[in-house]
């Protein structure tokens, strides 16, 4: 009799052996990912202080109702400002802190959306009264944009704020019940003080459009709501999504405030009324620009969980066909699996690289707007409209589709992805839904498209980086008449194939009186997969302090995002015929085959170093909270543990058997005896 095998033990065997079957140096890439040693050191000492603390357990969170949630939110949020002061966190410490949370808390408002807008937007005189009140959350703040008629469309947005000479104030209403603020996040019961976009109504009745207004929300005494203001939650989201977090909406009755509340950094309204125009009509979106940034670096980090999660466990999990070794194959062998994962850890390494240049754009806009120079806001928020949409719908794609190839096991609140899914599925919407942002990036584009040919000599120095693409309408670069594998392996190819399809996409569209219904996602698609292929190209370029073996296999991480991004991309390049089939008599060949193949290819040599890889983002058991991501590989066991602590295995018998199971039985077996009697 073959001697019993124990699937338990073999999932710590097959974790251990794919651990070790890496060739990479984790560490160095983990310095790599975390921006240096000193980074990665600093996030591990929070973390572990963090782990270890009570008041952080997760092990009854999914348990807990949503007012329970909500509570839990601001109970972590207290400790962290607790923990600040015991270990002397700086402020930047304290935001790691906060960062390494995975529950959607009120106070991410406050730190991406309030405070930022008010820093850079703010008059001097709100400034030195509020500034520092904010910066040590003496006041917490949100961010109150979108209401219930409108939300993407900002300049259709209905509350006014109308000056008032005589008093010198400004009088906040909200007229229609569509004007409500609505989907505000720590509004509905958290907030103080908000940030409102509103109509800026001058005397006679002239519509500026929209302004940011600072307006007190609650009471500093008791958190009581001001005097004509209806403040309240929104209720529960979809999938119960975003649990901690007290969306709300608002209504404003004629609120007055002081004259200085208007945020004044930029447009400015004189105490006759008067209106001094801002350098830019746009300076007022600066918040949004600000959270678009930061959407790049936390959902390359939310990719980077659904990776290590799911690859972890398709390491370990045998099933199916039988192997070399007589046991069922692992499922990350198989094609159809490492298919769907491994891109995914392509784009986490990719926007989490990104997201690092993105932010410093962003300080660098920010230090220009403060001295009056608004030359690069256009090119700010063109890139961020189209890096919002592609890292929002990657994240929530990447997210499903990992959960999913985990198979039944997956669909547990366990498995540790659903939670995140649900917290990350409105990013396609807030901050611009995607299909209507779509439309900006096009704009951009176009506008780029027209500037270069309206010189009667188009000369590509004018373009910017997210419209240099354009170049190869220009000067049109040399393409194979068939690609080879050898072709394919060098990031260059791939980099010139996605930046002229987005040329000459934008070309297609411009000289065309009557576009499809789906142009603008295609062409917004394509122009911002160019820029981020361009820039994959100099994150290359940055590997070269690494070792030869690091830096060839993290070039492969970065070759098959490219390769995969291409793939996605077939079928413009075989519409725009930059790939061509050939023929040889009544035979035609796949010209795509070489960039599947390559895809195949890259994949087969990452699997060995997937395990390597996914270890380098550096997350303990405790951020994944994951049975089965779980670092030693026994998902089984993990998963058995934490059923255990389900409320329903307290009781042997069902609470609801004596009221419901029990009637239901009895019913029965008088049915079935009185119709045995028949």
Same mark, same amino acid.
């Given at each position: 009799?073959?001697?019993?095998?124990?699937?338990?033990?073999?999932?710590?065997?097959?974790?251990?052996?794919?651990?070790?079957?890496?060739?990479?140096?984790?560490?160095?890439?983990?310095?790599?990912?975390?921006?240096?040693?000193?980074?990665?050191?600093?996030?591990?000492?929070?973390?572990?202080?963090?782990?270890?603390?009570?008041?952080?357990?997760?092990?009854?969170?999914?348990?807990?109702?949503?007012?329970?949630?909500?509570?839990?939110?601001?109970?972590?949020?207290?400790?962290?400002?607790?923990?600040?002061?015991?270990?002397?966190?700086?402020?930047?410490?304290?935001?790691?802190?906060?960062?390494?949370?995975?529950?959607?808390?009120?106070?991410?408002?406050?730190?991406?959306?309030?405070?930022?807008?008010?820093?850079?937007?703010?008059?001097?005189?709100?400034?030195?009264?509020?500034?520092?009140?904010?910066?040590?959350?003496?006041?917490?703040?949100?961010?109150?944009?979108?209401?219930?008629?409108?939300?993407?469309?900002?300049?259709?947005?209905?509350?006014?704020?109308?000056?008032?000479?005589?008093?010198?104030?400004?009088?906040?209403?909200? @007229?229609?019940?569509?004007?409500?603020?609505?989907?505000?996040? /720590?509004?509905?019961?958290?907030?103080?003080?908000?940030?409102?976009?509103?109509?800026?109504?001058?005397?006679?009745?002239?519509?500026?459009?929209?302004?940011?207004?600072?307006?007190?929300?609650?009471?500093?005494?008791?958190?009581?709501?001001? @005097?004509?203001?209806?403040?309240?939650?929104?209720?529960?989201?979809?999938?119960?999504?975003?649990?901690?977090?007290?969306?709300?909406?608002?209504?404003?009755?004629?609120?007055?405030?002081?004259?200085?509340?208007?945020?004044?950094?930029?447009?400015?309204?004189?105490?006759?009324?008067?209106?001094?125009?801002?350098?830019?009509?746009?300076?007022?979106?600066?918040?949004?620009?600000?959270?678009?940034?930061?959407?790049?670096?936390?959902?390359?980090?939310?990719?980077?969980?659904?990776?290590?999660?799911?690859?972890?466990?398709?390491?370990?999990?045998?099933?199916?066909?039988?192997?070399?070794?007589?046991?069922?194959?692992?499922?990350?062998?198989?094609?159809?699996?490492?298919?769907?994962?491994?891109?995914?850890?392509?784009?986490?390494?990719?926007?989490?690289?990104?997201?690092?240049?993105?932010?410093?754009?962003?300080?660098?806009?920010?230090?220009?707007?403060?001295?009056?120079?608004?030359?690069?806001?256009?090119?700010?928020?063109?890139?961020?409209?189209?890096?919002?949409?592609?890292?929002?719908?990657?994240?929530?794609?990447?997210?499903?589709?990992?959960?999913?190839?985990?198979?039944?096991?997956?669909?547990?609140?366990?498995?540790?992805?659903?939670?995140?899914?649900?917290?990350?599925?409105?990013?396609?919407?807030?901050?611009?839904?995607?299909?209507?942002?779509?439309?900006?990036?096009?704009?951009?584009?176009?506008?780029?498209?027209?500037?270069?040919?309206?010189?009667?000599?188009?000369?590509?120095?004018?373009?910017?980086?997210?419209?240099?693409?354009?170049?190869?309408?220009?000067?049109?670069?040399?393409? @194979?008449? /068939?690609?080879?594998?050898?072709?394919?392996?060098?990031?260059?190819?791939?980099?010139?194939?996605?930046?002229?399809?987005?040329?000459?996409?934008?070309?297609?569209?411009?000289?065309?009186?009557?576009?499809?219904?789906?142009?603008?996602?295609?062409?917004?698609?394509?122009?911002?997969?160019?820029?981020?292929?361009?820039?994959?190209?100099?994150?290359?370029?940055?590997?070269?302090?690494?070792?030869?073996?690091?830096?060839?296999?993290?070039?492969?991480?970065?070759?098959?995002?490219?390769?995969?991004?291409?793939?996605?991309?077939?079928?413009?390049?075989?519409?725009?015929?930059?790939?061509?089939?050939?023929?040889?008599?009544?035979?035609?060949?796949?010209?795509?085959?070489?960039?599947?193949?390559?895809?195949?290819?890259?994949?087969?040599?990452?699997?060995?170093?997937?395990?390597?890889?996914?270890?380098?983002?550096?997350?303990?058991?405790?951020?994944?909270?994951?049975?089965?991501?779980?670092?030693?590989?026994?998902?089984?066991?993990?998963?058995?543990?934490?059923?255990?602590?389900?409320?329903?295995?307290?009781?042997?018998?069902?609470? /609801?058997?004596?009221?419901?199971?029990?009637?239901?039985?009895?019913?029965?077996?008088?049915?079935?005896?009185?119709?045995?009697?028949?």
């Amino acid at each position: 009799m073959a001697p019993h095998h124990d699937v338990n033990e073999q999932t710590g065997v097959d974790m251990a052996n794919a651990r070790a079957s890496s060739s990479i140096a984790v560490e160095v890439i983990r310095d790599l990912l975390h921006h240096g040693r000193g980074e990665w050191l600093g996030k591990s000492k929070i973390v572990e202080i963090l782990e270890n603390d009570p008041v952080f357990d997760k092990s009854r969170r999914e348990f807990l109702s949503r007012t329970e949630k909500y509570e839990r939110g601001l109970v972590l949020t207290n400790r962290i400002f607790e923990l600040q002061q015991i270990h002397k966190w700086s402020d930047q410490e304290t935001k790691a802190a906060l960062s390494v949370l995975d529950d959607s808390l009120p106070i991410y408002l406050h730190n991406i959306a309030f405070q930022p807008v008010f820093m850079l937007q703010a008059g001097p005189v709100l400034l030195k009264k509020y500034g520092h009140l904010i910066a040590a959350r003496a006041i917490f703040g949100c961010y109150l944009q979108t209401e219930l008629g409108h939300g993407t469309n900002v300049s259709r947005l209905e509350t006014t704020a109308t000056f008032f000479p005589e008093t010198q104030e400004f009088e906040v209403h909200s @007229p229609t019940l569509t004007s409500a603020k609505w989907w505000i996040g /720590a509004l509905g019961k958290t907030a103080t003080h908000g940030v409102v976009q509103a109509k800026l109504i001058l005397p006679g009745g002239k519509d500026m459009g929209p302004h940011l207004f600072f307006v007190p929300l609650r009471s500093l005494d008791d958190h009581s709501v001001l @005097p004509n203001i209806t403040i309240g939650d929104i209720g529960p989201k979809a999938l119960s999504g975003y649990a901690p977090t007290d969306n709300g909406f608002a209504r404003f009755n004629h609120v007055r405030i002081p004259k200085e509340n208007m945020l004044s950094g930029f447009a400015q309204v004189t105490n006759d009324g008067k209106y001094l125009q801002p350098p830019h009509a746009k300076l007022s979106y600066g918040g949004m620009l600000y959270i678009r940034a930061n959407m790049v670096t936390s959902g390359g980090w939310l990719m980077a969980k659904a990776a290590t999660v799911s690859i972890r466990y398709a390491t370990v999990r045998r099933q199916g066909e039988r192997g070399p070794d007589g046991l069922e194959k692992q499922i990350i062998t198989y094609p159809s699996v490492y298919y769907r994962l491994l891109p995914i850890l392509s784009r986490a390494y990719m926007f989490i690289q990104l997201g690092r240049t993105l932010t410093k754009a962003f300080d660098n806009l920010a230090d220009s707007l403060k001295k009056g120079d608004t030359s690069l806001l256009a090119e700010m928020h063109a890139t961020t409209s189209g890096l919002k949409i592609y890292v929002s719908s990657n994240g929530v794609q990447d997210l499903e589709t990992a959960r999913r190839s985990m198979g039944g096991h997956g669909y547990s609140a366990f498995a540790g992805l659903g939670r995140l899914y649900a917290d990350y599925l409105p990013s396609v919407t807030y901050e611009g839904d995607n299909f209507v942002l779509d439309q900006q990036v096009v704009r951009a584009a176009l506008k780029s498209y027209r500037t270069l040919f309206s010189l009667k000599t188009p000369s590509t120095s004018s373009l910017s980086p997210s419209s240099f693409y354009l170049r190869y309408l220009v000067t049109p670069p040399a393409i @194979p008449a /068939a690609l080879s594998s050898e072709d394919l392996r060098d990031p260059a190819t791939a980099i010139l194939l996605l930046e002229l399809r987005a040329a000459l996409i934008v070309h297609d569209h411009a000289n065309k009186e009557d576009v499809d219904a789906s142009a603008n996602q295609r062409v917004s698609k394509a122009v911002t997969e160019a820029f981020i292929a361009t820039q994959v190209g100099e994150m290359i370029k940055g590997l070269s302090a690494l070792s030869k073996k690091d830096r060839g296999v993290v070039t492969k991480v970065f070759l098959l995002f490219l390769l995969t991004t291409v793939e996605g991309g077939l079928t413009d390049l075989l519409s725009f015929g930059v790939i061509r089939p050939a023929s040889s008599g009544v035979t035609v060949q796949d010209p795509t085959h070489p960039v599947r193949l390559a895809v195949k290819q890259l994949c087969e040599e990452l699997l060995p170093e997937a395990i390597g890889l996914t270890d380098a983002f550096g997350f303990t058991d405790w951020e994944l909270d994951s049975a089965l991501g779980v670092h030693n590989g026994k998902v089984y066991e993990a998963l058995w543990d934490r059923a255990q602590s389900e409320p329903l295995n307290k009781t042997e018998v069902a609470n /609801a058997y004596g009221k419901s199971i029990k009637p239901i039985l009895e019913r029965g077996r008088q049915i079935a005896t009185s119709r045995a009697k028949l």
